[in-house]
């Protein structure tokens, strides 16, 4: 098969929104689908000596590396939305990063709870239609 670079495609597997769905699909069945709110069983240190959500610990290193102090964060265990908390004062530096603030739906989410970047598994796949209508 030829790819459209022109080379022979011999099956390499490369990220795209196929991979994507497999790998967030298999994360949600595998891991998240387990995991009971305030059991702790997906935790991962981070850099700076905390735990959080595994999938989460990436992006929490990047925010705390860049003076951004997250006090809270939980993926949503494929239940509920994600959602990444800050200290009041850092609100407006997430929002530079293009950060958009999450929807004050449910008693875990306030003023300063953001969505995450990282792509989590959609509980209810409406995931797209909040993001498209906070723009």
């Given at each position: 098969?030829?790819?459209?670079?022109?080379?022979?495609?011999?099956?390499?597997?490369?990220?795209?929104?196929?991979?994507?769905?497999?790998?967030?699909?298999?994360?949600?069945?595998?891991?998240c689908n387990k995991v009971r709110f305030g059991d702790y069983?997906?935790?991962?240190?981070?850099?700076?000596?905390?735990?959080?959500?595994?999938?989460?610990?990436?992006?929490?290193?990047?925010?705390?590396?860049?003076?951004?102090?997250?006090?809270?964060?939980?993926?949503?265990?494929?239940?509920?939305?994600?959602?990444?908390?800050?200290?009041?004062?850092?609100?407006?530096?997430?929002?530079?990063?293009?950060?958009?603030?999450?929807?004050?739906?449910?008693?875990?989410?306030?003023?300063?709870?953001?969505?995450?970047?990282?792509?989590?598994?959609?509980?209810?796949?409406?995931?797209?239609?909040?993001?498209?209508?906070?723009?």
């Amino acid at each position: 098969m030829i790819g459209e670079n022109g080379r022979e495609h011999r099956g390499y597997i490369t990220e795209n929104d196929e991979l994507m769905s497999a790998l967030l699909h298999s994360q949600s069945n595998l891991v998240c689908n387990k995991v009971r709110f305030g059991d702790y069983k997906c935790y991962s240190p981070t850099n700076y000596g905390f735990d959080v959500d595994m999938c989460l610990v990436p992006e929490i290193n990047s925010l705390n590396a860049q003076g951004i102090k997250t006090i809270g964060c939980c993926c949503g265990h494929n239940k509920k939305y994600g959602y990444i908390q800050v200290t009041p004062n850092d609100c407006e530096k997430m929002e530079k990063l293009g950060y958009i603030r999450q929807p004050e739906k449910d008693e875990y989410c306030g003023k300063w709870c953001f969505i995450p970047k990282t792509r989590l598994p959609d509980p209810d796949k409406k995931w797209k239609e909040i993001l498209e209508g906070t723009k």
